[in-house]
């Protein structure tokens, strides 16, 4: 009998223990959500749905760290552009306060990169985004004649900045469209460089830049990144 009883009080501690580390996980995860979505980037918007992993959140909240939290967005948007992202936190204090690491994924649309500085500077219309290229157009004026130069660009990262090299080019005046790649390397010597860190809080680093049909995909890094000082934290540099 007394075998009987110690195992119904050690299976009702049991459910006990499920029961309220379930709670708390679940009001941990509640909190995480509101402080994220209220301290989105400005030109982010959207929420997010977050995932306190690990054996047992009530140990980890008596330790004031969880181990790892993963959150994935839900209704985001960029820039306008519909987006996506999953973000993986790793030490993230119970009682809020920067965060040991974090590693997010991106896939942007490519309407969030209308308008882009970096190629109005050129005069090049807003990018179309490929299969690993990026396309888009220059209008020039020669001998009183209005040329459009339509310019195939390829991406590459190096120290926060994204380069774009002119690797093809068609020439379109009236009804004729030749290849044109000596000239675009004439109007782009250079190509044209984007400082990603500029869009980005500081401290957030770009590691990796993908291109897609119609979307980027990006990966990011942090440390030491303090969630609730997202919403108007200060942007990086390069160079």
Same mark, same amino acid.
């Given at each position: 009998?007394?075998?009987?009883?110690?195992?119904?009080?050690?299976?009702?501690?049991?459910?006990?223990?499920?029961?309220?580390?379930?709670?708390?996980?679940?009001?941990?995860?509640?909190?995480?959500?509101?402080?994220?979505?209220?301290?989105?980037?400005?030109?982010?918007?959207?929420?997010?749905?977050?995932?306190?992993?690990?054996?047992?959140?009530?140990?980890?909240?008596?330790?004031?760290?969880?181990?790892?939290?993963?959150?994935?967005?839900?209704?985001?948007?960029?820039?306008?552009?519909?987006?996506?992202?999953?973000?993986?936190?790793?030490?993230?204090?119970?009682?809020?306060?920067?965060?040991?690491?974090?590693?997010?994924?991106?896939?942007?649309?490519?309407?969030?990169?209308?308008?882009?500085?970096?190629?109005?500077?050129?005069?090049?219309?807003?990018?179309?985004?490929?299969?690993?290229?990026?396309?888009?157009?220059?209008? $020039?004026?020669?001998?009183?004649?209005?040329?459009?130069?339509?310019?195939?660009?390829?991406?590459?990262?190096?120290?926060?900045?994204?380069?774009?090299?002119?690797?093809?080019?068609?020439?379109?005046?009236?009804?004729?469209?030749?290849?044109?790649?000596?000239?675009?390397? $004439?109007?782009?010597?250079?190509?044209?460089?984007?400082?990603?860190?500029?869009?980005?809080?500081?401290?957030?680093?770009?590691?990796?830049?993908?291109?897609?049909?119609?979307?980027? $995909?990006?990966?990011?890094?942090?440390?030491?990144?303090?969630?609730?000082?997202?919403?108007?934290?200060?942007?990086?540099?390069?160079?």
């Amino acid at each position: 009998m007394l075998l009987i009883v110690l195992l119904v009080l050690a299976l009702l501690g049991t459910i006990a223990f499920i029961v309220g580390d379930r709670w708390v996980r679940d009001r941990a995860e509640a909190q995480i959500e509101q402080t994220v979505g209220s301290s989105l980037p400005d030109g982010v918007e959207g929420g997010v749905v977050a995932r306190v992993d690990g054996f047992s959140a009530l140990q980890q909240v008596v330790t004031g760290e969880f181990d790892h939290v993963t959150l994935r967005s839900r209704d985001l948007t960029v820039a306008g552009a519909s987006s996506s992202a999953v973000v993986e936190l790793y030490g993230v204090p119970v009682d809020g306060g920067p965060i040991a690491d974090a590693t997010a994924r991106l896939t942007v649309g490519q309407r969030a990169f209308r308008g882009l500085p970096a190629l109005q500077r050129v005069n090049a219309a807003d990018p179309v985004l490929g299969a690993g290229t990026v396309s888009t157009s220059l209008v $020039q004026r020669v001998l009183g004649l209005s040329v459009t130069v339509g310019v195939t660009l390829t991406p590459s990262l190096e120290d926060q900045v994204v380069h774009l090299e002119p690797t093809a080019a068609t020439l379109t005046a009236g009804p004729a469209t030749v290849p044109a790649t000596a000239i675009v390397q $004439q109007l782009l010597p250079d190509g044209v460089d984007v400082c990603a860190a500029q869009y980005l809080p500081q401290g957030v680093r770009l590691t990796r830049l993908g291109v897609v049909r119609g979307a980027a $995909q990006a990966t990011l890094q942090a440390r030491d990144l303090d969630l609730d000082r997202l919403d108007g934290a200060a942007t990086g540099t390069c160079g």
